[in-house]
């Protein structure tokens, strides 16, 4: 899964426009699966943008991109949701799992999109404050589930449900680590694992490795991990270079 963020405030790669955007997801050819359109940062303490912003920005890179394209949709808005499943996206990845706007889910459910269920908890402006585990595992996968039967009460058909564990939102260093190395305990909930950690601060506090450009290794160790532990989809800024190495990884999973 490619990222492809439409935001100036991006904590990595935002500020790039539309024409860039389109070209840039078109340039990744086969080695993208699936391109993540965002037009609000979820980051902590990012700034909230109006419905309307939101739209803007990510409305016209849909509709050119979604006739080639598998497209995905990082938003946590109902209305979001609608319109870009209506302009061609096909899944609608929410980092809240429906929780910041509970009816993205019937939107999911009346268009028969896909939809990913990030967990977090609270918001972008309280998130780091909730990051309280005794058993970080156990409590993430339990309040993923609760993600997925509110789905499915929705009406969200099963096979049409992804889970994310949601790295570093509402998480320390020593919890992202700590669910990438029990990933497959995720394997419980019966759907398939997105990861995102591409570039991501635990990866720097780890590594020491504060530039942004120097995080791709980082970023290729923990995919790696994470495709051995059970991920099913990588979220990825760099799509070449992690291609690449998830394709060995991948190669290596299958053969054993």
């Given at each position: ?100 706007d509970p ?41 993923l589930g ?60 780890v590594g ?49």
């Amino acid at each position: 899964m490619g990222i492809l963020n439409l935001t100036p405030d991006s904590f990595s790669d935002g500020g790039r426009g539309p024409d860039a955007s389109i070209a840039l997801a078109r340039s990744w050819g086969s080695n993208v699966d699936i391109v993540d359109v965002g037009g609000e940062s979820t980051r902590p303490h990012a700034t909230p943008v109006s419905l309307e912003e939101e739209l803007a920005r990510v409305l016209p890179v849909v509709r050119a991109l979604a006739p080639q394209l598998t497209i995905s949709i990082d938003t946590y808005k109902a209305e979001v949701a609608a319109q870009t499943i209506a302009a061609g996206a096909e899944i609608i990845n929410d980092v809240s799992g429906g929780l910041m706007d509970p009816a993205l889910l019937d939107v999911v459910a009346s268009t028969g999109a896909y939809v990913i269920l990030g967990h977090t908890r609270g918001t972008s402006a309280t998130m780091n404050d909730l990051a309280d585990y005794r058993d970080v595992v156990a409590e993430v996968r339990d309040e993923l589930g609760a993600r997925v039967a509110a789905a499915g009460a929705a009406g969200v058909a099963p096979e049409r449900i992804f889970v994310d564990p949601g790295l570093g939102f509402a998480k320390r260093a020593e919890h992202n680590l700590t669910l990438l190395a029990h990933l497959h305990e995720l394997r419980t909930l019966g759907f398939p694992i997105v990861v995102g950690l591409s570039r991501k601060r635990f990866l720097a506090e780890v590594g020491g490795i504060w530039a942004m450009d120097d995080r791709e290794e980082a970023t290729a160790a923990a995919g790696a991990i994470a495709v051995w532990n059970g991920a099913d989809v990588i979220r990825v800024h760099d799509v070449t270079r992690q291609a690449r190495s998830l394709r060995v990884a991948g190669a290596i999973v299958r053969s054993g």
